[in-house]
Every structure is written in C-alpha cells, then in structure tokens.
C-alpha cells in the first residue's frame, strides 16, 4: 500500500548500514547555491554537508544527519564520543560558512570600482553579517560572478530596531533582493512592520489565512525568486575545504 503524502519523510539510504560504521573525513563542502542532497536521508537543498567514509565508500550528510546519528571521528588515532565528535564538527562548519562568505564579497570587491562594497567588506569581517543596506549593495553586485550563489547563506541583521528601520528605508528592489536571504521567521517580522516588498505583499495577502507550510521547499522558493538571482543551479562540485 502505497501512502500519497510520504514525500517529505526522510529515511535512512538501505546503503548506509549501521551508520557507527562511518567516520568522518573532517572534509566539508559548502554548495553556495544550497542544492545539494544528503546520501544519508536523501534531503535536498543542502548547504554544508560532511564527508563521512566507510573503508573504501565515502558519502556526503546533512547536518541534520549529523545530529541524529553516531557517526564516528577519530583524531590523532583515537576514536571521539558521539557528542565530541559533533562538536568537532559544528566548530568546522561556524568557520567554513564565514570564510564562504568573506571570500565572495572579496572576489566581488576585486572586480568593482564601488567603495561601498570595499565597505560590506570591512562591516562583514567585523560583524560576520550583513546589515540591510549593505546586503542589498552587495546582492545587487552578486551577478557579476556569472556563477550562481544563493543569497541566503548570507546572514542579514534584522533583530534591531535600527536594522529594520534600515531596511524599511530601501527602495522596493533592493527589499526585494534582501527579502530573499532571510529566513521565514525575519520575513514574518518584517511584514509584520509592514516592510515586506510590493511583489511579496501580493504574494502574502493572496494566502492570508491559510496555514503555511515552512518545510515544503515550495515557500521558500516562492520567496526567492523575485530576487532573480537563483538560476538552476549547475553542477554540483565538491570543493575542497
Ligand atoms: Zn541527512
């Protein structure tokens, strides 16, 4: 018997076995266009995801997997606890994901002659985010990579009173393009101050009302795509960390 509404559970690849079995390789891939899948529970849409091996086998699992299973690591010949092991592993991610981050707006700042990207970059390297303006300057820059990079592996300040008064001065594009790196969370916050861009204004008063599903993929693409900046995603190399 088949069930119509099991998609979005996620179960153990049959491959995998005991997942005790595995150890990680402390090797990391940071996919900056969030595509890519976990062949542990088969999870799309991955940003950071680890390698783990097995003898001769390596596959590559979500952090969510990380998490839920006693994947072992093994440091200087000796095999880590479940918990050291994980926590070896989050330390790893926090810089990965900054150094991402850093290295794009570089690779940006080397390419314009626009000092206020010069600027996103000091405020990054001294905040590890971004604030609104300076996320919409730099977002509006991202196309000249010619690469595709998802704007929400940058982290937007949103908490403040004066982040969001900062980002209920900018114009309806640059919200729009700022719109599309926050989480579902700052995107109700912000709405709720009415600061939501014209296009998702549209969007949220056509589902007024209705339950809204986080988890589905679907919200989350609908609220990225006025942005413009999430061509299908290309392939899906593994970069070394
Ligand atoms: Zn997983």
Redesign the pocket.
């Known amino acids: 018997m088949t069930m119509p509404m099991t998609r979005m559970r996620?179960t153990l690849n049959q491959k995998v076995g005991d997942p005790k079995e595995w150890v990680y390789s402390w090797t990391l891939q940071d996919d900056q266009t969030i595509s890519t899948q976990?062949?542990?529970?088969?999870?799309p849409e991955?940003r950071v995801t680890y390698e783990v091996t097995r003898g001769e086998e390596r596959m590559w699992?979500?952090?969510?997997?990380v998490g839920?299973y006693p994947v072992g690591g093994i440091v200087n010949g000796n095999r880590l606890p479940p918990h050291a092991a994980r926590a070896q592993v989050h330390g790893l991610t926090a810089r990965l994901k900054q150094q991402t981050c850093h290295e794009i707006i570089r690779e940006i700042q080397r390419i314009t002659t626009d000092p206020g990207i010069e600027e996103a970059l000091v405020y990054f390297e001294r905040n590890l985010q971004l604030s609104p303006q300076r996320a919409a300057l730099l977002f509006a820059a991202l196309p000249l990579l010619c690469r595709p990079v998802d704007t929400r592996i940058f982290e937007v300040q949103t908490r403040s009173t004066h982040h969001q008064e900062e980002f209920g001065t900018l114009d309806d594009n640059a919200r729009t393009l700022v719109w599309s790196a926050l989480s579902p969370l700052q995107c109700r916050r912000l709405a709720s101050l009415g600061h939501a861009p014209s296009g998702v204004r549209r969007v949220l008063g056509r589902k007024h009302g209705q339950d809204t599903h986080q988890l589905t993929g679907s919200r989350m693409t609908d609220l990225s795509e006025p942005a413009g900046l999430h061509p299908a995603p290309i392939s899906k190399e593994r970069s070394a960390p």
């Not at 976990?38 to 999870?43: E, M, N, T, V």
């Not at 699992?61 to 997997?65: D, K, P, V």
């Open positions: 996620y976990c062949d542990f529970c088969g999870q991955q699992i979500c952090q969510r997997c839920r």
